[in-house]
């Protein structure tokens, strides 16, 4: 899998991920919820919202995973120093400094 993804230009789940193709909806669906977007932000929602009883339909317009989901790095962490800079200059301590709590208690969350 390394050497699959070494020296290409892509992230390591779209060079490493099994691809599923679903086909386009040939007729009309009812749900009591539409997610639009099948990255992890859309999953998710969609799998929360099946949980708790509800009806989902979750569309995509290309393929799933395949935006910027596909694209990301998939890591956990609150050291973006690039943005604290950014916040600081912009917003102060303060807003760096609770940008930085929501991004530690998302990590102690996982």
């Known amino acids: 899998m390394e050497?699959?993804?070494?020296g290409?230009?892509?992230?390591?789940?779209?060079?490493?991920?099994v691809r599923s193709g679903y086909p386009e909806l040939s007729e009309d669906v009812e749900a009591d919820v539409v997610v639009a977007g099948g990255g992890i932000s859309g999953v998710l929602a969609a799998y929360s919202l099946a949980e708790k009883?509800?009806?989902?339909a979750?569309?995509?317009?290309?393929?799933?995973?395949?935006?910027?989901?596909?694209?990301?790095?998939?890591?956990?962490?609150?050291?973006?120093g690039l943005i604290y800079h950014d916040l600081l200059e912009r917003h102060g301590?303060?807003?760096?400094?609770?940008?930085?709590?929501?991004?530690?208690e998302g990590r102690e969350m996982t």
């Not at 050497?3 to 070494?6: I, P, R, S, T």
């Not at 290409?8 to 991920?17: D, H, L, Y």
């Not at 979750?58 to 973006?80: D, F, N, W, Y």
């Open 3 to 6: 050497e699959k993804a070494m």
């Open 58 to 80: 979750l569309i995509e317009a290309l393929k799933m995973g395949s935006g910027t989901t596909g694209g990301t790095t998939g890591k956990l962490t609150a050291q973006h």
């Open 53 to 56: 009883g509800r009806s989902v």
């Open 93 to 104: 301590e303060q807003t760096a400094r609770q940008y930085f709590e929501a991004n530690q």
């Open 8 to 17: 290409m230009n892509q992230s390591f789940w779209r060079a490493s991920a």
